[in-house]
């Protein structure tokens, strides 16, 4: 087939090139923005005078036909053609004569495929917000149930001191806030308009790119055109931010398969969200938990591998920003996906209270508390730390818990501690007590909940 850019050769493409070089069986997902972009061109070109507005109008209505070909089913993607914006060309041209020629007016593929892009990533970050706030509503409704929910917290994986399960379940919604925030900062920077920058120097041809700016919903238009068409930075940002967004679902998908292990059993995992063994008649296993920890891996991995790709290349656009697409594509797939199917789980998770209640009885997890008891009565902290580490000890000794200490053998080791201890180190007063700016209490659990679910409400708005 006659090449879009066939006029200097001489000879035809090789086959093993033919199949090496095109883009078309990713990008073609690029088809709506492509056509967008290619509408609000010619609207340029006939208003600068640049073309006609009657071509402008056969332009626009071929580009309309072709965007229903697409939809439907009938349009023939040719891979000899490369990529999305020449098979589209092509056939505008086929459709509409050598008018059609003339939409490529003062563009070329280089700031073509960026603007596809902008317009492309500028959407799936308005969707992926939402699927955030889906995920942190889920969170709220799991917290709000589960405010007097005791549970021990670790570090080191190791029993530390009591908490409520909404707060800790809290703890994802502001991390995933940081990371809407960290979308929405993403957002100004592809919220700019590259067309118009040409192959990369410009053009003599009157063009009005502000115009097009307007057109397509862009805030504002790339200032250098060597800029425009060289950068991949606002892929690299969103995959950045995609990066860490997956690390935090990560860390949510693998506390949920410790907590539904019959070691901790904490949750249950609803049915509708849990999988079974092809040989062991008796599991159920957290499969999209799992999954959602797992495919945390080829995020990170799209992110190293746009930038590897863009490291030390010369200015300005080279075919190895070709690659960028993928990645982004699968990002954008992945996390969608994540966040999709976490928010349903999380709501029919049934939380076995009175199992991580005992979690928290053992495990010594009001020591601390012990520790503040006399820190009260004027003992230094670090004295009080060695008493209490003794107490241990000894309860570890005697298969005991703390609060089941005589208060002879709490004053053997210090005289100060009286009755009134074992209402201070109960798991629940030690949950409540926690009231510095921040803590578990349950006081404060309930005002973070009802802050973050005006926040919820605030920003109902997409972007877009
Ligand atoms: N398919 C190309 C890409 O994805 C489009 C731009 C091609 N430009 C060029 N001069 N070969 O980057």
Known sequence: MEKPWGGRFKKSTHKLVENFTPSISFDKRLYRQDIEGSVAHAKMLAKTGIITEEEAELIIKGLDEIQEEIKTGKFEFKHELEDIHMNIEKRLIEKIGPVGGKLH?????????????????????????????????????????????????????????PISFAHHIMAYYYMLERDYGRLVDCYK?????????????????????????????????????????????????????????????????????????????????????ATGSSIMPQKKNPDVAELVRGKSGRVFGNLMALLAVMKSLPLAYHSDMQEDKERLFDTVDTVKACLAVLSPMLITLKVNSENMRQAAEKGFTNATDVADYLVKKG????????????????????????SELTIEEFKSLSPLIEEDIYNEISIKKCVESRNSCGGTSFENVRKNISRAKENIISKQKPLL
Not at 201 to 213: F, V
Not at 233 to 244: G, K, T, Y
Request: hydrophobic share 45%; glycine share 4%; charged share 25%.
């Open 105 to 161: 007016t003062a563009r070329s593929r280089n700031d073509q495929v960026t603007l596809d892009v902008h317009l492309y990533l500028k959407e799936e970050i308005d969707s992926v917000l939402e699927l955030i706030v889906d995920l942190q509503k889920a969170i709220i409704s799991l917290a709000e149930k589960n405010v007097e929910t005791i549970m021990p917290g670790y570090t080191h994986l190791q029993r530390a001191q």
């Open 189 to 273: 920077r592809t919220d700019m308009m590259p067309l118009g920058a040409g192959a990369l120097a410009g053009t003599s041809l009157p063009i009005d790119r502000k115009m097009t700016a307007r057109l397509l919903g862009f805030s504002s238009i790339y200032e250098n055109s060597i800029d425009a068409v060289s950068d991949r930075d606002f892929i690299m940002e969103f995959l950045s931010a995609a990066a860490i967004l997956m690390t935090h679902l990560s860390r949510l998908g693998e506390e949920l398969v410790l907590w539904s292990s019959a070691e901790f059993n904490f949750i249950e995992i609803d049915d509708g969200f």
């Open 379 to 402: 003992v230094p902290f670090r004295k009080a730390h060695e008493i209490v580490g003794k107490m241990v000890l000894e309860c570890i000794e005697k298969n005991k818990s703390l």
